[in-house]
C-alpha cells in the first residue's frame, strides 16, 4: 500500500457561532461546532430515535475564516471537508489532555454553505473554498451574487 488517507468529511449544523481568534503574530484561527444528526425507527416499538454527534472543527485558512465570520451563524448548515488532527494541552491543574478535531489547512480543507439566506442572520449560498478576500464584497444583501469559484478547493 502506498500511504494512508486521513480525510473527514461531515454536513451538519452550527451549535454556536464562529468563533475567532486572533493572535499576536497577525494569524488567526476560527472554531466551530458542529451537529450531525442520525434518525432511525426502533424495531421493536416503533418508535422515532435520534443520536446527536458534536464535531469540533478549526480552521486555519484565512480565506475560509473570513468566510465563516461574515456569512456563519448558529445553525447555518455547512458541508466540511478536512482532516483528523489531535493536540496536547494542559489544564488549569497542569494535567496533560487532547483533543482531537477536525482541521481545515490551507490547501487541505474545504467549507460550503447548504442553506440560503436567513431573515437577519448569516446564511448565504455557494462554496466557500474558493473565496480570495479579494475584489467586491457582497454588500448587506446576500441574494446579491457571492464572488466565490464553484469548483475550487483551497
Not at 101 to 120: K, N, Q, S, V, W
Not at 127 to 132: A, D, M, V
Amino acid at each position: 500500500m502506498a500511504g494512508s488517507v486521513n480525510k473527514v468529511i461531515i454536513i451538519g449544523n452550527l451549535g454556536r457561532d464562529p468563533e475567532v481568534r486572533s493572535f499576536d503574530n497577525g494569524g488567526q484561527i476560527c472554531n466551530l461546532r458542529i451537529a450531525t444528526s442520525q434518525t432511525w425507527k426502533d424495531k421493536n416499538t416503533g418508535e422515532r430515535k435520534e443520536r446527536t454527534e458534536w464535531h469540533s472543527v478549526t480552521i486555519h485558512n484565512d480565506a475560509l475564516i473570513r468566510l465563516a465570520e461574515q456569512y456563519l451563524s448558529k445553525g447555518s448548515k455547512v458541508y466540511i471537508e478536512g482532516q483528523l488532527e489531535t493536540r496536547k494541552w494542559q489544564d488549569q491543574s497542569g494535567q496533560d489532555r487532547y483533543t482531537t478535531e477536525i482541521a481545515l489547512r490551507p490547501y487541505r480543507g474545504e467549507l460550503t454553505m447548504l442553506d440560503g439566506r436567513r431573515d437577519g442572520a448569516g446564511g448565504g449560498g455557494g462554496q466557500g473554498g474558493g473565496y480570495s478576500g479579494g475584489g467586491a464584497r457582497p454588500s448587506g444583501d446576500l441574494d446579491d451574487e457571492i464572488p466565490f469559484a464553484p469548483e475550487c478547493r483551497i
